[in-house]
């Protein structure tokens, strides 16, 4: 009895595209609403939208969760005075995490904000009445990344020059390259041995 001829190649293909595909994170209401109200902040005023910037949601996400624990208080957040920011020793860890530096990223402005259940008007307000909004009225900001934890709702703005565009440095391109040349070559080697 012979047995039917079985082609690796769908299962190779679809092995690839996993491997490849990025988890979607469906929780995101708060950070929805808040990019639909910043954009249209900024339309009141005459400027462009923000895009969003994946990068800068990556690192967005990362200090949300460093303040997730942290209570809101007057010296976090959009309330903080001028020079009590809480610093992250591990802040180069962050940006290595979302494939980021300092040089891509010092032109760009963090905002995090607490509120408490993030209700959606009191998050806006946080960002749009309050020292953040200086960021949101410039021109030269084109790109935004948010992200939560908790309470804790961060926006990152990014530019759209080499020193504030959260472009991954090139180490992380050259890693998704291989990881894209490995798969065909994956592929290539299944067809070659059903043959």
């Known amino acids: 009895m012979a047995l039917p001829k079985f082609s690796l190649l769908p299962v190779l293909l679809l092995f690839c595209i996993l491997l490849m595909s990025e988890p979607v994170k469906c929780d995101n209401d708060e950070e929805d609403n808040l990019y639909q109200g910043i954009n249209n902040y900024r339309a009141s005023l005459n400027l462009t939208a923000l895009t969003k910037n994946k990068n800068a949601e990556c690192f967005a996400d990362e ?9 809101c208080t007057n010296t976090t957040g959009a309330n903080t005075v001028p020079g009590t920011e809480p610093s992250f020793s591990n802040y180069p860890d962050l940006l290595t995490k979302c494939h980021l530096n ?20 009191l998050v806006l307000t946080n960002f749009t009445q309050s020292l953040y909004s200086g960021n949101l009225n410039d021109t030269k900001y084109t790109g935004i990344g948010i992200g939560s934890e908790g309470n804790w709702i961060v926006a990152t703005v990014t530019t759209n020059t080499p020193g504030g565009s959260f472009v991954p440095y090139n ?15 994956l592929l290539l080697v299944g067809n070659l041995f059903l043959l």
Request: net charge positive.
């Open 63 to 71: 200090i949300a969760d460093q303040f997730k624990n942290q209570p």
């Open 102 to 121: 300092v040089s891509n990223t010092r032109d760009g402005a963090v905002m995090p904000a607490c509120v408490p259940g993030l209700d959606p008007r």
């Open 171 to 185: 180490c992380a391109n050259l890693i998704s390259k291989i990881g894209l040349v490995y798969c065909l070559m």
